[in-house]
């Protein structure tokens, strides 16, 4: 019993991650496999955690790729520094707030949570007020995958400071494609994904840990419950030691290492402007057909549009003409939004003109082909924002 | 800040994996990116868990790469077999044991182990008479990575049938170079890495768990400690439902697809022959040389053979001469062997004559370098063995 080899067709790639993967990237991932102990890969570890730094904002030393993908780095921040019975605030209006409070509470913490509607950001208000009784870790979600809302984390971070408490941030898809920075808003452990807005393929999760977050680490009662995620073991591999913990994924980290130069080359306020631009662009596009972008234009996440799907209109019909006819991945609805709504993701190298363009001229089709008639012209909206004639 | 691309050098790899990857397989590691929900990956999702069946030897239902190395791995297979306050026995015999006890004791087991001297395969008889004191899972590594030893796993078998056991098993350097024989042995838990007789890079770890593991995953009283490793969950995912858990690494699993199809081009048969072929040559030509090999003929694990480094011969110095005059990386001691043995890795891709014969060939000279002169003349004992003229 056999199979053919592999021959994955070609894809355009605007679901909510992974996004489109450069051919460089492609390229250092199939770079000869050396051990994880060599010295010529050692040096490669040492650049990638360099680049990680400077795309976090951060001198963190605690500051490197897990091997697993963005939940795992999820489960990485929340077991290190959650000791059973500590007290654990979590952020909830999506489903990645509703996973951190589901991990914690694995992770052995009493878990409370503050909640906003789904595609609204956090309330720093309503946080403030419960976060004063006292809570050893307050969790947010700088940018909510299952809607597309970006929540500013300055008022969190105060709140934390107020508080005395860590601060731990889900940057899945804002990494590399929005503002994060870590050491300027004293942000305590932040996780984020390779398939976003690194447009490296998925099984990494680049994570950055504070000085103080370490602390917390170092002066834990009970060891870590996860010895794979212990970071205490991982950071003697990392770090100066090079103790062997587990076999690090080499080739993956060839291709987070060429998808970091990338981003590094380009300059990271270059990139967020790109990154800002497309998706205003495809908002004016998408509202100009008559379609419902239902996040307020100042809490949108530039790598992720929400977009109701209109009455009648069978929203996986249209992602599987999207898919079958132009070779287009958008993504559906997540949790309660499943089957109402489309995700369009503009990550890193998918967030280009070309493939806003595609976007809206196939999503027009395919809304034609359900019956829906766009109102407007899209791509002369879509043209105006991007300031093409 | 940027660095230039990452340039690996040209490595034959014989140490502990990641052994050599073919060709092919780094070609579908950089096949074009697709979405994790994307039927033609789906597709891919389903080859790959019917081909690790036949390689597992199993037809169990819960059969998939994880998305960690071969540790997280263990760690699925622990942290969800095991409930806080579960009675866990494990057999130590090297780091690998060692850690399935520190796993468990993590994920809140009572656990007890029994031992056996390290380069010894475990006792049955040892394990018998602790074991019918009554656990709720047994513990036992198949390959001991850390020793080079393979232990017989049909009387293990029998004890957790006649002790109602589960039987948990550590396959990560068995699997395509060794039987494993999951359901010919009733084993209910085995875990493995990508990196090791499969030829494929690190990253991925594939298991297997029986009908009667899955009922206990089923019938848990608490939920799993891990929220990324839960397996109620991921099933849903690899399973008919197709519901999003993580984001599957998806070049990853492309690799793995063509590491597998090469293991059943092969065929096992062909390919467990090689492995002892060539693991037989290997031992012959280093015996010849003067050097010993602490582990008893009967016991030995063909994918990784232990060579004690004679007395006044520095270990690491030998490693760094093969590595910096030849490109050739074996493995060092590990735990209590670290300087004091190499761990010579034949496996998948890299158990060929050509490994064997530049591995000994090299490695005299690294030892004449060391002032130790190899006694006989270990390449026509290799060659004899292999029945070469």
Redesign the interface.
């Known amino acids: 019993?056999?199979?053919p080899?592999?021959?994955?067709?070609?894809?355009v790639?605007m679901?909510p991650?992974?996004s489109?993967?450069p051919p460089?990237v492609?390229?250092?991932?199939?770079?000869?496999?050396?051990?994880?102990l060599?010295?010529?890969?050692l040096s490669?570890m040492d650049?990638v955690r360099?680049?990680l730094r400077?795309v976090f904002g951060t001198a963190n030393e605690l500051t490197m790729p897990m091997?697993?993908?963005?939940?795992?780095g999820?489960?990485t921040c929340v077991?290190n520094l959650v000791e059973p019975g500590d007290r654990v605030l979590v952020g909830v209006h999506g489903v990645f707030g509703t996973?951190l409070a589901?991990?914690a509470?694995?992770?052995g913490a009493e878990v409370e949570t503050v909640e906003a509607p789904w595609g609204r950001p956090l309330d720093p208000d309503d946080f403030r007020r419960v976060a004063k009784a006292g809570y050893d870790v307050l969790c947010v979600v700088h940018a909510e995958t299952s809607t597309g809302v970006l929540t500013d984390l300055a008022p969190f971070a105060a709140i934390a400071r107020e508080t005395d408490a860590l601060l731990l941030v889900d940057a899945v898809t804002s990494l590399g494609g929005v503002p994060v920075e870590a050491d300027r808003h004293g942000l305590d452990a932040v996780y984020s994904?390779t398939?976003k807005c690194l447009s490296c393929?998925?099984?990494l999760s680049p994570i950055t840990l504070s000085d103080r977050a370490r602390q917390k680490l170092a002066s834990r009662r009970s060891?870590?419950?996860?010895?794979?995620l212990d970071l205490n073991l991982i950071a003697r591999y990392w770090g100066g030691e090079r103790a062997?913990?587990?076999?690090?994924?080499?080739?993956?980290i060839?291709?987070l290492?060429?998808a970091l130069?990338l981003v590094?080359?380009e300059g990271l306020e270059q990139r967020y402007r790109r990154h800002r631009d497309h998706a205003d662009a495809l908002a004016r596009g998408l509202e100009a057909m008559g379609l419902v972008l239902p996040v307020p234009e100042g809490s949108r996440l530039p790598p992720l549009t929400l977009v109701q799907a209109p009455d009648g209109v069978d929203e996986a019909a249209v992602r599987r003409h999207l898919?079958e006819q132009f070779g287009l991945?958008i993504g559906g609805g997540?949790g309660e939004l499943k089957g109402k709504a489309w995700r369009i993701g503009l990550m890193g190298s998918s967030a280009t003109t070309r493939h806003v363009t595609l976007c809206l001229a196939a999503l027009a089709d395919a809304l034609h082909a359900q019956g829906f008639t766009p109102r407007g012209d899209a791509l002369a909206a879509a043209r105006a924002r991007l300031g093409r004639k």
Do not use: C, I, K
């Open positions: 019993m056999t199979f080899p592999v021959a994955p067709p070609s894809r790639l679901g991650g992974p489109d993967v460089s492609l390229r250092a991932l199939s770079a000869p496999t050396v051990g994880h060599d010295p010529a890969f490669v650049e360099e680049m400077t091997s697993g993908t963005g939940s795992a999820m489960e077991v996973r589901e991990v509470r694995r992770a994904g398939q393929p998925p099984g060891p870590v419950r996860s010895w794979y062997y913990h587990h076999t690090a994924p080499v080739n993956m060839y291709a290492h060429e130069r590094l080359d898919l991945e997540l």
